[in-house]
């Protein structure tokens, strides 16, 4: 019999989940995904298919850590991450869970990252008949005298039952007699069991009644229980107390003070002297919690608070008052008062973070989900209700969900972490009770870096000055860069741009380390080849994707003294800066005997020459020009001075570590008309000596040779005029420089003469007495002159001639002819 009621058992509760899967799949479309399981289910049974009814990837479910993040009943259950299935993890007692409360619900809540999801699953826990009904005491005495007229009701205790709906007390048995009968009375959503004397009592023949009460559920198979009910009957006092109400309700607020008068419940009895002499009592069958709860005066009926109430505890207190006199047998009514305790905002709000990334790139997108937030109170209406808020100053919102006190914290606008690194944001949760109460919770989030900064260098263009003839392989210059980024965003490395084109060819010559900038010239600059240059550095970081940026270095060459001097006359058929100047015996003081021109590659001081006689046999002949250095005569000659003077000029810059050369010079004293021999002679042969030496004579000589034919063209046409009075013309030419020819053309009798020669420095001074590139053109209109071929008188003292670059060299009338 035992095993067949077990084996309908178990039918019915198949048809329960089967009914329940089905209210589940109709609820699909709901905001919530609802199951139901009868309570004691074996552990690992499946309670739904989680990932198919939420439509997830199975394959995903273990990489986005599918799983159940709610609170203490949570760990009855459990999701399978490799398939979704939501499994019962520990038995599940309904009683244990809910206790009285129906529907017996648990609210899960399931989160799936990446992207970040939350699902609300309710798992009812449906009741089974576990439980069977009970009473607190295992027998109950009641004393009755024998004068009760039959319908005397006495109130028989209440059998409870921890199961719930159809499986708690449903009805009373009382075992067959002759003198009592049953009647169960509703008295709110509980049944009490009356117990009526159907006819009156003899005490001489039954001085006692022994009966048994027996308390049924409504479960299938049905449970019960027992109590023996002792019934001993005494004589008179017949008429019991009368409360005036049979059910006294009163509300009260929670945290009401101890001490504090509740309700006073009154009774009457019709009797007198002690049989209508009422005491109150609080039932016996109570929860044993009320009794350190609220008291009841014994005289007065008066209930009074003597513990704590607290509504989050207990919304309402049901109260069983028992009232008696004093007669003998004393007699007895029962009435129920009902407190209902009134909620106070006494409970601050809760904040709980479910999900939270504590590191958010700086480009996430606005509306991006930083945490899960949920917050409750334990108070009720108003006073539950929890409002969110977060500073104005954060970059985040909060979004309610559809459900309740659920917020989700996402991004707002854009991130910088290079203005702000790291946020701590301040959650305000304030309800909406009097006084409000607000909880507040800190959530720290970093800022992650992304590579959306370029390198910037501290100086652009950057200028260096580099000396000449630096040492290879050393270092010239450090190129650095900064960036905002971190790590390996801001990880530089350098290169130098390297072109085909124009002046970044130098750009070959350099070298960088690409870690720290450093520059190093793997040749030696000269300042005379190069000048100046240009070449390009780009530093770039290392994120994905990189960013780079480049400088602009722009280098000078600083001259440094390291050019010799070069003699560019005199210089001998053999290179050597040796010299043969022949001048007549009769020049006056001032006369120029030759320029020694130099030439120095170096700019600045330490191109700036100055010229000193360094060997001289006779100190009082000659002087020379320290800045253009031109030899003149300082006296006139005398038939005592040797023919043949050696004078050795030193020529060295202004350097700080001066460089100098050397050039000899022979003056040779001759007679007026050997002068003019020597004259035609080495006209020809100083054309061959200035075709060798530098290009700058090269270029002389083509001049010269340009102003030769000029000369003979303007002699052509001067021939008419025949005046025997000096007169002196020069032409110079106004397109030269450096050291290019100019031509002097001047008359004196019936000689016409040209002077060709290297072009002087602006300033300089020309005294007649050079003999160098000399043509002298007889004048057809006369010829008295016979013999010497035109003796010509010597220039006047203050002749002179002014032009660019090297002074030329000007020959007396005495010195050359044709």
């Known amino acids: 019999m035992e095993a067949e009621r077990q084996r309908r058992g178990s039918q019915s509760w198949w048809i329960v989940i089967g009914f329940s899967v089905i209210i589940c799949c109709a609820e699909l479309g709901s905001a919530q995904i609802r199951y139901s399981i009868p309570e004691e289910i074996k552990v690992g049974s499946v309670v739904g298919n989680l990932a198919k009814d939420l439509g997830l990837d199975i394959s995903s479910l273990d990489e986005r850590k599918f799983r159940i993040v709610s609170g203490d009943m949570a760990a009855h259950f459990e999701v399978n991450a490799n398939n ?14 809910c206790q009285s409360n129906f529907p017996c619900l648990i609210n899960l809540k399931i989160i799936a990252e990446n992207p970040m999801e939350m699902h609300y699953v309710v798992v009812e826990i449906m ?7 009970s009473f607190q005491e295992e027998e109950k005495h009641f004393e009755i005298p024998e004068s009760v007229l039959p319908g005397r009701r006495l109130q028989l205790p209440t059998a409870r039952d921890s199961d719930v709906v159809a499986n708690t007390v449903r009805m009373y048995k009382l075992n067959n007699n002759d003198y009592f009968n049953l009647q169960t009375r509703e008295r709110g959503e509980d049944k009490v069991p009356v117990l009526i004397l159907q006819k009156s009592l003899d005490r001489e023949k039954h001085h006692e009644h022994k009966l048994i009460l027996t308390a049924v559920d409504g479960g299938n198979p049905p449970r019960s229980g027992t109590i023996n009910v002792t019934v001993t009957v005494l004589d008179s006092n017949d008429n019991h107390p009368t409360f005036s109400r049979e059910v006294y309700s009163v509300s009260i607020p929670e945290n009401i003070k101890a001490d504090t008068s509740v309700i006073t419940v009154n009774a009457t009895d019709v009797d007198e002297g002690l049989n209508g002499d009422i005491e109150y009592f609080l039932g016996d069958d109570l929860d044993p919690k009320i009794y350190d709860i609220f008291s009841l005066e014994k005289d007065s009926g008066e209930i009074r608070i003597k513990g704590e109430i607290d509504f989050e505890k207990t919304e309402v207190y049901k109260l069983e008052v028992h009232a008696t006199d004093k007669g003998t047998p004393p007699m007895g009514a029962d009435c129920t008062v009902i407190i209902k305790v009134l909620d106070e905002n006494d409970n601050n709000p809760e904040i709980e973070v479910t999900s939270l990334s504590k590191l958010i790139k700086e480009d996430s997108k606005p509306g991006t989900v930083v945490s899960l937030i949920s917050v409750s109170d334990k108070d009720s209406g108003l006073n539950g209700k929890v409002i969110c808020s977060l500073p104005d100053n954060v970059p985040f919102n909060l979004k309610p969900s559809f459900q309740d006190n659920m917020y989700t914290l996402v991004l707002k606008e854009h991130l ?14 304030t309800d909406c009770g009097q006084p409000p109460l607000s909880a507040v919770k800190t959530l720290s989030i970093d800022v992650g870096d992304v590579n959306d900064n370029m390198p910037q260098f501290f100086q652009n263009p950057i200028e260096l000055y580099l000396r000449e003839n630096n040492v290879p392989g050393n270092p010239i210059i450090f190129v650095s860069a900064s960036d905002k980024d971190l790590n390996e965003n801001a990880d ?11 002046q970044s060819k130098v750009a070959a010559f350099l070298n960088i380390n690409s870690d720290n900038g450093q520059i190093s010239a793997l040749k030696s600059f000269d300042f005379e080849t190069l000048k100046t240059f240009q070449f390009q550095v780009v530093a770039t970081d290392s994120g994905s994707p990189s960013l780079s940026n480049n400088v602009t270095v722009n280098v000078f060459i600083l001259d440094q003294n390291d050019n010799a001097p070069v003699i560019l006359y005199p210089v001998s058929s053999n290179g050597s800066a040796e010299g043969v100047e022949e001048i007549p015996r009769n020049v006056n003081a001032g006369h120029l005997v030759t320029k020694v021109r130099a030439y120095d590659a170096d700019i600045g001081y330490n191109g700036w020459l100055l010229f000193s006689l360094q060997e001289v046999k006779d100190h009082s002949l000659f002087g020379l020009d320290r800045y253009t250095g031109q030899i003149r005569t300082l006296r006139s000659f005398t038939e005592t001075d040797e023919a043949e003077q050696k004078l050795v ?21 001759v007679e007026p008309k050997e002068a003019f021999a020597a004259s035609d002679v080495k006209s020809p042969t100083k054309d061959v000596e200035d075709n060798d030496v530098t290009f700058y004579l090269m270029i002389t000589l083509g001049s010269v040779s340009v102003l030769f034919l000029i000369s003979i063209i303007v002699l052509i ?48 001074t020309i005294v007649p007495g050079s003999h160098a590139n000399t043509l002298v053109f007889p004048d057809k209109r006369g010829a008295s002159e016979e013999g010497h071929g035109g003796q010509l008188e010597p220039f006047p003292a203050n002749f002179q001639t002014r032009g660019r670059g090297h002074p030329g060299q000007v020959a007396s009338p005495s010195q050359g002819h044709i």
């Open 84 to 97: 979704g299935v939501l499994l019962v993890q520990k038995t599940v007692d309904r009683e244990e869970l």
């Open 127 to 133: 009741d089974i008949n576990d439980n069977s009904p």
């Open 416 to 429: 910088d972490r290079e203005s702000v690194s790291h946020y701590d944001i301040t959650i305000t949760a």
């Open 492 to 502: 530089l490395t350098y290169h130098i741009v390297r072109k085909e084109n124009g």
């Open 649 to 669: 000029i030193l020529v060295k810059d202004n350097g700080n570590v001066s460089l100098s050369a050397t050039a000899t010079v022979i003056v040779k004293l």
């Open 717 to 764: 046409a001067m021939q008419c005029s025949k005046s025997t009075d000096y007169t002196s013309k020069y032409q110079q030419e106004t397109n030269y420089d450096g050291t290019m020819c100019h031509s002097i053309q001047y008359r004196s009798g019936d000689k016409r003469y040209m002077l060709v020669g290297p072009r002087m420095s602006i300033g300089s």
